[in-house]
């Protein structure tokens, strides 16, 4: 009786226990996770306190022996110099003046068996150069012992909380990891289903609203992970994210990385029905790099449309073509550095949310000489329409007027901008908020305020929040860090319906750093 029955029974009562069993040590996992955050930043801060300072007085007190040393070596020769002038004969006194004010080099003939002055001269200054280059040296190490020290220690802190987000990403059954939206490589992208909506049924059910985010990353280490933060907490206010990818520098360029986001905004317009997102309820938010990139494809994008539509070719809005015919039509426009393709418009967005985003990379460039930093932004720039106008003749021009074409703020200075096809355009674009800090060291502000200005004077419905203190990295990392929705709340303001409402009532994040 049992043998028949006892093998089904006892193999789903393995599989229960195996399941307990991991969902257990997950739980146990995420409470030493958050155990180990209060341990290690009081270790690392308190190793922070002590070595830190040794370190910059050792550094001091070098730097205080070197100038020392300098002045005294400085003045030792200044008296040297003036002995030996006095104890001369008065006619070889004559003759150096003379020389002096004749521009003439004198010096008296070497006696047998002893070294040349000028050779004495030369070995003193040779000796000299090396003490620089020996304490240039001293201070280069110390420098990057203090650099790595604050970056090793930086790390240690945010290590567990990026661990716990980083366990979230890779085990929450809500993401669906690596949808393949388009032809290239890193062409994929997640997708974090709200936590009260079932899974993906074919379109049945009810819309809710849809959040694309495009994070940065210095346009050479952006990956859709880093969406991780925002995509789960606004998924727990009912919102439905979508986290891009895209190709990175030195593998591609602004016009890949713009071509990639106009790609898969096709694949989101085309497809996130099937998952239950509301393709009239969409807001578009970018961070940093991302940010810029968004910026340029909806600048781009507007641009071609209304080209399109002035030449009663775009099958969208007014004419109100169905999307079969519009996929028939050939809607690339020439000298931009998106297609328009797709059954969409930019004017289909809510809202589009530039967090510390990059707007002028001709005031970046300059900033990053003026720190000493090699700028690689001309070969960021290299391709796409990047052909510099006639009056670019020298190679300043030209590497301006490259940086000027993958600019957003200078893209609103062009012709295109202000002839008739540039109002169209400047009609089609959607409400801008700009977020940014004055704190922000990476991201110029006074370039993110220019930007809003000028969306303005184009009578773009353009806001920008200028946050006092707020440093590059403060709404990614430092605010969710002291337990804030920075992110999230400024990004479902604008999409309506109760989604504010219930990242409100949400308990807030657990801090995992001190105020």
């Known amino acids: 009786l049992c043998g028949s029955n006892t093998a089904p029974l006892l193999q789903k009562v393995r599989q229960s226990e195996v399941r307990l069993f991991l969902e257990e040590l997950a739980v146990l996992g995420q409470a030493t996770l958050g155990g180990m955050q209060d341990f290690v930043f009081a270790i690392s801060a308190g190793a922070l306190i002590l070595v830190y300072p040794l370190v910059v007085l050792v550094w001091i007190l070098l730097d205080f022996r070197a100038a020392s040393r300098g002045h005294e070596v400085a003045i030792k020769t200044h008296k040297d110099s003036v002995s030996k002038f006095q104890s001369m004969p008065c006619c070889r006194r004559r003759s150096t003046i003379k020389g002096v004010h004749d521009d003439k080099v004198w010096a008296p003939n070497p006696k047998p068996g002893r070294w040349p002055n000028g050779l004495l001269v030369s070995l003193r200054l040779h000796l000299t150069s090396a003490a620089a280059a020996f304490f240039a040296v001293v201070y280069g190490v110390i420098f990057g012992v203090v650099f790595v ?122 497809n996130i029905t099937s998952y239950g997102g509301d393709v009239s309820n969409m807001a578009l938010i970018g961070q940093s790099a991302g940010a810029h990139l968004q910026a340029m494809l909806l600048m781009e994008r507007a641009i071609a449309e209304a080209r399109i539509r002035n030449e009663g070719k775009l099958a969208h809005g007014a004419e ?152 590059h990295s403060g709404p990614i990392v430092e605010n969710p860090l002291r337990g804030g929705d920075l992110q999230a709340d400024l990004v479902l303001s604008f999409l309506g319906g109760e989604a504010r409402q219930r990242l409100a009532a949400l308990p807030p994040p657990r801090p995992r750093a001190p105020a």
């Open 320 to 471: 109100n073509k169905t999307g079969a015919d519009a996929g028939q039509q050939d809607k690339t426009t020439p000298g931009s550095l998106c297609t328009a393709q797709g059954d969409w418009s930019v004017k289909d967005f809510k809202v589009w949310v530039g967090v510390s985003g990059v707007y002028d990379l001709v005031d970046l460039d300059a900033i990053m000489h003026s720190r000493g930093i090699l700028s690689w932004l001309p070969g960021l720039c290299g391709g796409g329409d990047a052909t510099p106008p006639a009056q670019a003749t020298t190679a300043a021009a030209t590497r301006t007027a490259l940086l000027a074409r993958h600019s957003p703020r200078q893209l609103l200075k062009t012709a295109v901008w202000s002839s008739s096809i540039g109002d169209s355009a400047v009609a089609l674009l959607p409400p801008a908020f700009i977020f940014h800090g004055t704190e922000d060291n990476s991201a110029p502000p006074a370039a993110a305020a220019d930007f809003a200005e000028a969306l303005k004077d184009r009578s773009v419905a353009a806001e920008l929040d200028m946050r006092s203190g707020v440093s």
């Open 149 to 270: 020290m604050r970056l090793f220690t930086y790390s240690m802190i945010l290590s567990p909380w990026l661990a716990q987000l980083a366990y979230k990403y890779s085990y929450n059954s809500r993401i669906h990891h690596g949808v393949r939206y388009g032809p290239n490589s890193r062409n994929y992208l997640d997708i974090y289903l709200p936590e009260n909506m079932p899974a993906p049924s074919g379109g049945q059910g009810g819309k809710v609203p849809v959040v694309i985010v495009a994070m940065g990353g210095a346009w050479t280490i952006g990956y859709r992970a880093w969406c991780c933060q925002i995509g789960l907490r606004c998924a727990e206010a009912g919102v439905l994210v979508v986290g891009l990818d895209y190709r990175n520098f030195p593998f591609a360029q602004v016009s890949d990385m713009v071509e990639d986001l106009e790609n898969a905004l096709d694949w989101v317009f085309a």
